[in-house]
C-alpha cells in the first residue's frame, strides 16, 4: 500500500513544480515504511533529504510567486515557512532521540501536502500559467 499515491490528478501543470512534488511524496512513502522499526539513522537521512526537498520546493514556488507578482504571496509564503519549522524541530528531537517516527506526523505531512497542493498550489499555478510560466 502506497501512502501518499501520487498521480496526475495532483499535477499542478508546472513541470517543475509537479517534479519537486513527485520528489516529496516518495520521501514521505520511504517515511512510512520505516515508522515502527529501529532504523534510526536510514530515518534521519530520509527526513534530512525531505527537509532538504521541501526547501528546495518552498524557494522554487516562493521565486515564481515573487516574480510574477502572485495575488496571495504573502500568505502562501507563510504556510511554507511555517511547515519549514514543523519540519526542522521534527529532525532535530528524532535525531537527538527525543521524539520516534509516528504514523501521526506522517499523516501530518500526508494531509498538509495534499490540501495545501488542493487549496494553495492549485490557485498559484493556474495565475503562474496565465502569466505564462510553463
Known amino acids: 500500500m502506497t501512502f501518499l499515491q501520487w498521480?496526475?490528478?495532483h499535477s499542478v501543470g508546472i513541470s517543475i513544480?509537479?517534479?519537486q512534488h513527485n520528489q516529496i511524496a516518495e520521501q514521505i512513502n520511504q517515511l512510512y515504511k520505516l515508522v515502527g522499526t529501529n532504523?534510526?539513522?536510514?530515518i534521519v537521512e530520509i527526513l534530512?533529504?525531505?527537509n532538504k526537498l521541501m526547501d528546495e520546493h518552498f524557494s522554487?514556488?516562493?521565486a515564481l510567486m515573487k516574480e510574477h507578482k502572485v495575488f496571495n504571496y504573502f500568505?502562501?509564503?507563510a504556510q511554507h515557512d511555517r511547515l519549514s519549522?514543523?519540519?526542522d524541530d521534527n529532525l532535530d528531537d528524532i535525531i537527538e532521540n527525543r521524539k520516534e517516527l509516528t504514523p501521526q506526523y506522517l499523516i501530518l505531512l500526508r494531509?498538509?501536502?495534499i490540501n495545501h497542493l488542493k487549496f494553495h498550489d492549485k490557485p498559484m499555478a493556474d495565475e503562474l500559467k496565465s502569466k505564462g510560466v510553463i
Open 7 to 9: 498521480d496526475t490528478s
Open 17 to 19: 513544480v509537479d517534479k
Open 39 to 42: 532504523k534510526h539513522s536510514q
Open 48 to 50: 534530512k533529504e525531505l
Open 60 to 62: 522554487t514556488e516562493n
Open 75 to 77: 500568505s502562501h509564503k
Open 85 to 87: 519549522r514543523i519540519l
Open 111 to 113: 494531509d498538509w501536502t
